[in-house]
Nanobody
């Protein structure tokens, strides 16, 4: 059974930084595509970033140049480094394993950007 545990969320001021972590278990992490998505209050799930097994990455336009996704296969962990945070980045952030409609998501971690 796929199990994903996100951590690292919190309250940060505009312009600040946070690093989210997600530890996976129950699947072969190094052979898995990993994702980050977010859901703001009253809105749908928005895919933020994806990292493939060859470490190729892709980002939503709204976070390009500010967010960086990375993975450590030895630790079964995927990270999301978030810089220059804006109030509109406020959301619950989810880690996901898989691709397309087959992504399995974790429980999420809250990120709040506010002064």
């Amino acid at each position: 059974e796929v199990h994903l545990v996100e951590s690292g969320g919190g309250l940060v001021q505009p312009g600040g930084s946070l690093r989210l972590s997600c530890v996976g278990s129950g699947f072969l992490f190094r052979y898995s595509v990993m994702n980050w998505a977010r859901q703001a209050p009253g809105k749908g799930l928005e895919r933020v970033s994806i990292i493939y097994t060859d470490e190729a990455t892709n980002y939503h336009d709204s976070v390009k140049g500010r967010f960086t996704i990375s993975r450590d296969n030895a630790k079964n962990t995927v990270y999301l480094e978030m810089n220059s945070l804006k109030p509109e980045d406020t959301a619950v952030y989810f880690c996901g394993q898989g691709m397309g409609d087959q992504v399995i998501w974790g429980q999420g971690t809250q990120v709040t950007v506010s002064s």
